[in-house]
């Protein structure tokens, strides 16, 4: 430290120069404090030369305060993501779901299924299976027999006097469910309203999910099982029709009784004929595989109209256990491609019914003043939809027609047709075949047959009778008619009296 001169004009303090000042020796006397120096800032240790650049960044404080907070947020976003994900990823592995739409034909079934009473076990399993919301779907028919709720003609519900039958069937409603399928195996059913709609009727769509654990996946396919054998059940003795609507196929009213064979009488040989050519064709699938050819087979009935060829091809039906599908082809909006497509989407098991094919090509009626009817099936697409490159396979078709002379060869060569049966006016055959189903309990010993036969022998109905050809052609009548006769006089004495109705009538233009 530098001298400091002398000659002040003020005394110096203690430690600088001045004089010290003793302290005092006084035990009583308080020490002089020492003063110590402000605590200087700790710097880091210094980084030796060779230090990497990460390694100088994470001693920087303000980077390293940042990735601290970035990785607890991280690591809460993750942990909270992973919490999220765990019952979904449990779900996936535990449980296996199956999807149905209303589109598809189980629907129906399974619903059925579902709607059957059955036991639920404990006390906690009808707490878990109970369900709180259901729909209910009626069908009601005429008064007969079978298991269902009567109902009588009250509130609109009846029909005169008379009573009709209704079947009533209470299905889970829309929302979540459990059902008991069997002692441990319970499934989850959750069937949804979506917000679209058909566009051909205006209905919702609507889906149904089955969820159940993977170690019962196998129940599936006997819970499918189940459910269809139930609906073949239901449908016992019925015919189901099923007619196009835009894309798909829909049933056509109510399934249909069953109609006997028995009850639709042909002429002599050609019931039988048909019926073994049509079995004799279902049992040769192999064959044609083994030679390639297409499996399916066309037959077209023509005859005047009220001559049974409907009546046949449902009995055919019934007789064979298959459904019936119509295909209307003047239908507004029917093109070739979409009758290409609903002909590869034909129902399993059903007959394909196109009535009056003659008058489907040719009977179109103008729809707009400047004489266009819209889209349409042309000729070519009806050909290639029955035999062509977009035909299906695995079909029995019906073709009728009252006028076989107005088709085109085309259409009736062999591949689309493979034979033709005219079923024609009733003969004396069919005549006495039906007298004898409708009065043969009463008619023992045949006279009356033979009454009945005679009478329309004298009115010429027969094209081998008396008065046949002599100046009165076309006076042939109908099995249709026979059968409305017999079902308007229901003792045969007035059947005999009024023979005279089968005679066909006709109406001259009335005179404006």
Known sequence: MPELPNNLPFPLPPGLGGPTVASPSSPNSLPNPTIQPAAQPTTPAPLPPNASSLDRLFQNPVFAGGVGLAGLGAAAAFARRTLVRIPHLLRRQLLVTVEISKRDPSYSWVLAYLSQPRPNGGWLAKRITRIRSYAVSTATRAAGSGNSVEAHGQGGVGNGNGKVEADIMVQPGYGSHIIRHRPGVYIGVEREKAGTTTTMTGEPHETLKLTMLWSHRHVLQELFAEAHALASKLHEGKTVVYTAKRMEWAPLGKPRDKRPLGSVILDDGVKESLVADVKKFLAARQWYVDRGVP??????????????????????????????????????????????????????????????????????????????????????????????????????AFLTTNHADRLDPALIRPGRVDMMVRIGEATRYQSASMWERYYGDVDIDGKGKERFLARMDELGLFDNSEGAGEGRPGTYTSTAAIQGLFIKFDKMEGAIEHVQELIPKTFKPELS
């Open 295 to 396: 499996y399916r087979r066309g037959y077209l009935l023509y005859g005047p109209p009220g001559t049974g060829k409907t009546s046949f091809i449902q009995a055919l039906a019934g007789e064979l256990d298959y459904s019936v599908a119509m295909i209307n082809l003047s239908e507004m909006g029917m093109t070739d491609d979409l009758l290409a497509y609903l002909l590869t989407q034909q129902p399993e098991k059903s007959i394909l019914v196109l009535e009056d094919i003659d008058a489907a090509l040719t009977n179109r009626r103008q729809r707009e003043p400047d004489g266009y009817s819209g889209k349409t099936v042309t000729f070519s697409g009806l050909l290639n939809a029955l035999d062509g490159l977009a035909a299906g396979e695995d079909r029995i």
